[in-house]
């Protein structure tokens, strides 16, 4: 049974800075491109970093420069390091397992909330 397994999500005020994991399970998880998305309100699913298996990183024109994603394939797990964050970074996060650049697996998705 694959699982991938968000957590780290909160609140946060405006300017601060936040992690979050995405462990996974019943895959071969060195194999896959992970990604981290996210989901406002009303809005529809967005890319937000992804990391393939040789370590590449892609980042949306949003949070470049204020997100980092990394891996660690010993323990199949990504992470999403954010700082700087924003009022608009307030989303549903959601970690994703892409393979033959599709995605395949999602997590339950984690609640980042960017507030005073």
């Known amino acids: 049974q694959v699982q991938l397994v968000e957590s780290g999500g909160g609140l946060v005020q405006p300017g601060g800075s936040l992690g979050l994991s995405c462990a996974a399970s019943?895959?071969?998880?060195?194999?896959?491109?992970m990604g981290w998305y996210r989901q406002a309100p009303g809005m529809q699913r967005e890319l937000v970093a992804r990391?393939?298996?040789?370590?590449?990183?892609k980042y949306a024109d949003s949070v470049k420069g204020r997100f980092t994603i990394s891996r660690d394939n010993a323990k199949n797990t990504v992470y999403l390091q954010m700082s700087s964050l924003k009022p608009e970074d307030t989303a549903v996060y959601y970690c994703n397992a892409e393979y033959n650049s599709l995605p395949r697996y999602w997590g339950q998705g984690t609640q980042v909330t960017v507030s005073a």
């Open positions: 990391i393939d298996i040789f370590g590449t990183t």
């Open positions: 019943g895959i071969m998880f060195n194999i896959y491109t």
